[in-house]
């Protein structure tokens, strides 16, 4: 069966601005229904980078806040700490990150911030799928015990998945860092011996006793490791790095796995809106956004997380691209963006997996918000 996709442009007028112009469009798409009074509900999105600009607008999400409050739900804003060693590795600089970008108690209608995986990434519920790849996969907590999550996905290209929208939201970006570990790798992570300095804070802070010192360099113990990653965060030169061998297909199968596991408690409590604008080559996890390849697009909202990524490559693909960008080849309207960017990253397997172990549907009928005419 066909799932339905809801799509607004990005004209505004006098009558109706872009802000009034979402809440219009979720509203349409029937966010109401997942909606229960005083029900604490997950606004999962990015926060963004240090440094990178492309991340969705502050007032959007503001008035997603404002739209979930008229139907007296309690909502928060969530994402789980980053695995690599950054801004957003822990929760206080995560939050620090976030306010920085925009994304306050009070610029945010007093919808808190809540890090879904705790403090240093560790907040984590197993939630069984038993799946191909994985038998149970590691969800931030604070999503899991949401009673419904609403998915705020900027749409872009991606250098692992070829894009990034609902399903790397919320497969990769609801994952504990022991999840995001398994999703990238299947070995432990490795140690730079050249810039490790012998301080034990790995060793010390490891739960399976997994590191040794010798020669007051560290070693892991790859048999012992269980991949929580907690040596990754706890590293002060960034000297334990992901062992980034996993193929493609598989990363992208784990991360539909993945997904599977942060919806398996939230059938009919769980929306998808993927913002279709700044559609930069890479993901914004880095520390900069350069020049987006093709124009702003708009906003998607749907009940069905496959279906809102599938019309959203669809319409990126149907744009020409824009001048002047890292994008040289698929230039035209109807050619593969994101196989120019990312020619080795089969992206279409993640939709065809998906669609095997149940999460959506690759069919949709993309309904087009008509704009309200202007005042006279």
């Known amino acids: 069966m066909m799932a339905d996709v809801f799509f607004m442009d990005l004209e505004a007028t006098s ?27 997950a606004v999962k999105l990015h926060f963004g980078e240090q440094g990178n600009t492309a991340y969705i607008r502050p007032v959007f999400i503001r008035k997603i806040i404002r739209t979930l409050r ?47 995986d705790g403090l240093r990434g560790k907040n984590e519920t197993a939630i069984e799928v038993n799946q191909k790849n994985c038998k149970q996969v590691y969800i931030g907590s604070e999503v899991v015990e949401a009673d419904a999550l609403v998915s705020v996905a900027h749409f872009k290209g991606h250098e692992i998945s070829g894009f990034g929208g609902t399903l790397k939201n919320l497969g990769m970006g609801c994952a504990s860092k022991r999840g995001k570990l398994d999703q990238h790798s299947n070995v432990s992570p490795k140690i730079k011996r050249r810039t490790c300095i012998g301080c034990s804070e790995c060793a010390s802070h490891c739960p399976a006793d997994a590191i040794f010192l010798k020669e007051k360099k560290a070693y892991i113990r790859p048999k012992v490791c269980i991949g929580c990653a907690e040596c990754i965060a706890r590293c002060p030169t960034g000297s334990v790095t992901i062992n980034w061998n996993q193929t493609v297909p598989v990363f992208l199968e784990k991360m539909m796995e993945y997904t599977l596991g942060v919806l398996k408690n939230k059938k009919d409590k769980a929306f998808f809106i993927n913002f279709i604008t700044d559609i930069s080559p890479n993901c914004d996890c880095l520390p900069y956004s350069t020049s987006p390849i093709v124009g702003n697009v708009g906003v998607l909202a749907s009940m069905d997380p496959v279906a809102v990524d599938q019309a959203s ?4 693909n149907q744009q020409a691209a824009l001048p002047g960008t890292v994008l040289k080849t698929n230039l035209n309207p109807g050619e593969d963006k994101f196989k120019g960017l990312y020619p080795s990253v089969d992206w279409e397997h993640q939709f065809s997996y998906a669609e095997t172990i149940g999460l959506g549907t690759r069919d949709y009928n993309l309904i087009r918000m008509k704009t309200l005419a202007y005042k006279s």
């Open 15 to 41: 009558r109706e601005n872009l802000p009034d112009k979402l809440a219009r469009l979720v509203k349409t798409a029937g966010i109401e229904s997942i909606l229960k009074e005083n029900e604490l509900t």
């Open 70 to 116: 008229e139907y007296k739900v309690r909502p928060f804003l969530t994402d789980a700490n980053t695995l690599y060693a950054g801004a957003r590795s822990n929760s206080i600089s995560h939050i620090q990150t976030a306010i920085e970008n925009g994304f306050s108690y009070s610029s945010m209608d007093a919808a808190p911030i809540i890090i879904t």
């Open 313 to 316: 490559v669809d319409l990126v």
